[in-house]
């Protein structure tokens, strides 16, 4: 258990510079039906459409580390099995166990709530000026991730990364990679982050964007650009998520 949250959560949090990012995606404009996430990306490359948008990104704080289990039993009650799992990514969350406990973590210190959560209907509104703790956009983890890197990944895969490769099929202890650039672990793989964004709501409905890829994933799968989608109620043992927080004027 956290001795001190707001100690935690002071060290915890990661200053992001403003600035700009490219995002590309290859879009499918047949509406798809099935439910597994793992087939993200139906049919082939050269029959999908590429997109390309800017987005530029304001000052914001985004975790060093995914929640673990060890935050999120602090601020959801809900027990994990040993105390040796507590320094872990929390896994097995869907969207929407993420969003509600962005809202916790902020009330639990004070903070005003980021999102309007309805549990009947499952809808979500975000308060853009407000303080609370949110998921980070698309494009700010996109942004965060790359932390002024070029190419696909921010270092090489086994120093950065925990994936299918190296990782002995098993999830691992946050921080034991080599960070980015702006101090942030494991931002590609051992646990695939929920972003907040649709992912293409006319084709797609509600899914939400999974980023960075996991201890489960082939090396091609883990990198800055990579992204996937999956329902918002979806959860397994490679998603997990990093919380992040505006800077409110």
């Given at each position: ?19 700009e ?6 879009r ?45 039993t ?20 869907s ?15 004070g ?10 209907s ?123 927080r505006?800077?409110?004027?």
């Open positions: 258990m956290l001795v001190n949250l707001n100690d935690y959560l002071k060290d915890l949090m990661v200053y992001i510079p403003e600035g990012v490219c995002l590309r995606d290859f499918n404009e047949q509406k798809w039906i099935s439910s597994n996430y793992k087939f993200g990306m139906p049919g082939v490359r050269k029959n999908l459409k590429e997109v390309i948008w800017n987005v530029e990104i304001k000052p914001f704080y985004l975790a060093k580390y995914t929640v673990t289990e060890e935050l999120y602090t601020i959801t009650g809900k027990k994990f099995s040993t105390t040796t799992e507590a320094r872990k990514p929390i896994i097995n969350v969207w929407l166990d993420a969003v509600n406990f962005c809202n916790l973590l902020s009330v639990a210190l903070y005003d709530q980021f999102y309007d959560f309805d549990n009947g499952k809808s979500v509104i975000c308060n853009y000026n407000t303080n609370g703790f949110r998921l980070p956009t698309d494009a700010e983890w996109q942004y965060a991730c790359k932390a002024n890197s070029k190419g696909y990944r921010y270092g090489g895969i086994d120093e950065i990364a925990w994936y299918k490769g190296n990782s002995n099929e098993r999830l691992h202890e946050v921080g034991e990679k080599k960070p980015n650039e702006w101090g942030l672990y494991d931002m590609i793989g051992n646990t695939w982050e929920w972003c907040w964004d649709l992912y293409d709501e006319e084709v797609f409905s509600n899914y939400r964007i999974i980023r960075g890829g996991s201890w489960a994933e082939e090396e091609r799968g883990c990198g800055a650009t990579c992204r996937r989608k999956s329902m918002p109620d979806f959860y397994i043992d490679d998603i997990g998520f990093r919380i992040a505006s800077i409110v004027q």
